[in-house]
């Protein structure tokens, strides 16, 4: 077989293997258009609620994300695989960029338009997303009062149990800490992993020796630096939810119950990953 007979076998199969959508599924049939585009159902047939529904239906999306790219940096950190962590983690804090953003659209709102149609949403509350609540989980805040919430659900309750009684993003850095040699107290390493963690001396001390000696630690201080990307991102994302919440709403109670800017004021002043913070001072 001449050169160009391969050549023209090799564009034929070429052009086979570009057009062979499996058995001619279409883009939205890929991405399942009709069942997302079809999911925004105003309860009012207010103008604005679609923006309303819209935003907490991406931010969803993206929290969907989130999780998928931690739990899979939790998994590479476990395994010592530190670099493959660090990509997953800016991976993270790239997607925690679009969704403060996009309380930049939902501040478009007036509160005299969200009246308009916030009785629709009867008790229902941003303060019930279950995965925002899975991803407190996974940078170790733990509250089993959350669990409560979704006893209804059985499927749902046992997501969210498992990943209530999972390791953490800190609690897998700080093993990571030990394996390289540092010293972490046994307390820690074999702490209670459904409470909330508290910052401990050891773990302190480990921080700041990987801070001094970054050459000698540089996948641990870049692994570091990730983590403060990430609460960074996730704070500026609470302070958007609650600058916007009390543009629109003011200090209303919210719905479902929740005490509304209150609430949202108190919890920037967690801390997920305390050492890290600290050791700035120190250094």
């Not at 991405?31 to 609620?49: F, P, T, V, Y």
Request: charged content about 25%.
């Amino acid at each position: 077989m001449n050169q160009k007979h391969q050549d023209v076998n090799a564009t034929s199969s070429e052009k086979h293997i570009h057009t062979d959508f499996t058995n001619n599924m279409t883009y939205g049939e890929y991405l399942n258009l009709d069942k997302i585009l079809s999911a925004q159902n105003r309860l009012s047939g207010h103008h604005d609620e679609m923006l309303f529904i819209v935003i907490h239906q991406v931010s969803e999306l993206w929290m969907k994300l989130i999780l998928h790219e931690t739990q899979a940096a939790i998994k590479s950190i476990e395994s010592d695989e530190l670099s493959t962590a660090q990509k997953r983690l800016a991976r993270v804090s790239k997607t925690q960029s679009q969704i403060i953003q996009a309380w930049d659209v939902l501040s478009t709102m007036t509160p005299s338009e969200y009246m308009e149609f916030r009785d629709s949403l009867g008790q229902a509350s941003g303060f019930q997303s279950y995965q925002y609540r899975m991803i407190e989980f996974a940078l170790g805040y733990k509250t089993d009062h959350v669990l409560k919430i979704y006893q209804k659900d059985p499927e749902l309750h046992k997501t969210l149990t498992q990943a209530f009684e999972a390791k953490s993003l800190y609690d897998v850095a700080i093993a990571a800490l030990h394996r390289a040699g540092l010293h972490i107290d046994e307390e820690i390493l074999n702490r209670d992993v459904t409470k909330t963690y508290q910052d401990h001396e050891s773990v302190r001390l480990a921080w700041m020796e990987v801070y001094r000696n970054t050459d000698k630690y540089w996948e641990l201080y870049e692994l570091a630096e990730k983590l403060i990307d990430l609460e960074d991102w996730l704070q500026q994302w609470r302070f958007r939810h609650m600058k916007t919440v009390e543009r629109v709403i003011g200090f209303k109670m919210g719905t479902g119950g929740s005490s509304g800017v209150g609430y949202l004021k108190k919890v920037l002043d967690q801390r997920f990953f305390p050492e890290l913070w600290a050791i700035r001072t120190e250094l």
